[in-house]
């Protein structure tokens, strides 16, 4: 089941299209900012290890105009829970 869902923030709108069955999130809905290029390869690379299924949207706003990774939430919440476990502080 998909779902489309609108941002508005900052005076502009995404369209987004979130397949409820896998809950499909870019790094953007789910850190809630952008990612960046070093943060999204490092996740693109881990998803690749793993053959984690992924999609991608297209989005076009003033920062960036172009496609997006989206991933199962289950998978972010893997990564970023591993990732916070190595933090020092």
Do not use: C
Not at 56 to 66: A, C, D, L
């Amino acid at each position: 089941m998909k779902e489309t869902v609108h941002h508005m923030e900052n005076n502009w709108t995404t369209t987004t299209t979130i397949d409820k069955s896998l809950n499909m999130m870019s790094l953007y809905d789910y850190l809630g900012r952008a990612a960046g290029k070093s943060l999204g390869a490092l996740v693109a690379d881990a998803a690749a290890r793993q053959k984690i299924k992924f999609e991608t949207r297209q989005v076009s706003n003033p920062k960036y105009s172009g496609p997006v990774m989206l991933y199962p939430k289950y998978f972010l919440d893997s990564y970023f829970k591993k990732t916070e476990e190595k933090l020092p502080f």
